[in-house]
């Protein structure tokens, strides 16, 4: 079950400060599987289209 939308931004900025830190310290394909992990587990969405639209979102700001 996903968290409750209004907590994405957070999470998903602890993501990306998450890979941001550890990039060059753990191995791309670990890392880029963390990331699909929690990416898919973080989105509220019940079809694709709204999870990678919240995606261009965020790339957004």
């Known amino acids: 079950m996903a968290p409750e939308s209004m907590l994405v931004?957070?999470?998903?900025n602890s993501l990306f400060d998450?890979?941001?830190c550890n990039e060059g310290k753990i191995?791309?394909?670990i890392l880029s599987s963390i990331f699909h992990y929690y990416f898919v587990y973080v989105h509220p969405f019940s079809d694709y289209y709204?999870?990678?639209k919240a995606l261009?979102?965020?790339y957004k700001e």
């Not at 931004?9 to 998903?12: D, E, F, H, K, Y």
């Open 27 to 29: 191995h791309p394909l």
């Open 18 to 20: 998450f890979i941001n």
């Open 56 to 58: 261009e979102d965020l």
């Open 50 to 52: 709204g999870t990678y």
């Open 9 to 12: 931004p957070t999470l998903m």
